[in-house]
Nanobody, 119 residues
């Protein structure tokens, strides 16, 4: 089992920045893919970024590329999402998730953290 706890959400004005954290416990994440997702009111949950913990390869949704950065700490038990140049359309509940590298689906999910961007 992997437990994930997100933090760092809040309210900012457009153009501002936030850094989300996802603290993982229960297992080491060397063989995992960690992802960030978000869900805006009335919309489907969407994937926005992922990192392969073994080699730190990163992937981004096109609309956040260049504004968001996913990273991990040296212990590889926390994943961050640095969000810059935030836009009102980034408003959503943000979730982190963990997937065993050989699996397509994400198995473990955090509880989510709210990000609100005002214009």
């Amino acid at each position: 089992q992997v437990q994930l706890v997100e933090s760092g959400g809040g309210s900012v004005q457009a153009g501002g920045s936030l850094r989300l954290s996802c603290a993982a416990s229960g297992r080491t994440l060397g063989n995992y893919r960690m992802g960030w997702f978000r869900q805006a009111p009335g919309k489907e949950r969407e994937w926005i970024s992922a990192i392969i913990m073994m080699d730190q390869r990163t992937y981004y949704l096109e609309s956040v590329k260049g504004r968001f950065t996913i990273s991990t700490n040296s212990a590889r038990n926390t994943v961050y999402l640095q969000m810059n140049s935030l836009k009102p359309e980034d408003t959503a509940v943000y979730y982190c998730a963990a997937a065993i590298l050989t699996h397509t689906d994400y198995t473990y999910w955090g509880q989510g953290t709210q990000v609100t961007v005002s214009s």
